[in-house]
Nanobody, 123 residues
Framework: QVQLVESGGGLVQAGSSLRLSCAPS????????MAWFRQAPGKEREFVTA????????AYADSVKGRFTISRDNAKNTVYLQMNSLKPEDTAVYYC????????????????WGQGTQVTVSS
């Protein structure tokens, strides 16, 4: 069993930055591809970004490309989401997710989820 704990959310103004962290526990972190998804009220959960087990491959949704950066530190068992130039439309609950194999964009293919952290961007 993998337990994921997110942190770093908050309320910020448009144009600001935030860094989210996700610290999995229970299994070997480096065996899992990691991803961030988000869900705004009344909307479906959407893919934000993902990173491979070694960190050598990443993928981003078009809406965040160039503004968000995913990274991981396998020695610290942590994955990060650096969010810059935040926009009001980035407001959502952000979820960290893990899966045993390669990173994918379909949330249904992830095995483990965190409880989510709220990010609110005011205009």
């Amino acid at each position: 069993q993998v337990q994921l704990v997110e942190s770093g959310g908050g309320l910020v103004q448009a144009g600001s930055s935030l860094r989210l962290s996700c610290a999995p526990s229970g299994r070997t972190f480096s065996n899992y591809a990691m991803a961030w998804f988000r869900q705004a009220p009344g909307k479906e959960r959407e893919f934000v970004t993902a990173i491979s087990r070694t960190g050598g491959s990443t993928a981003y949704a078009d809406s965040v490309k160039g503004r968000f950066t995913i990274s991981r530190d396998n020695a610290k068992n942590t994955v990060y989401l650096q969010m810059n130039s935040l926009k009001p439309e980035d407001t959502a609950v952000y979820y960290c997710a893990a899966r045993r194999y390669g990173p994918v964009t379909d949330y249904r293919l992830y095995d483990y989820w965190g409880q989510g952290t709220q990010v609110t961007v005011s205009s």
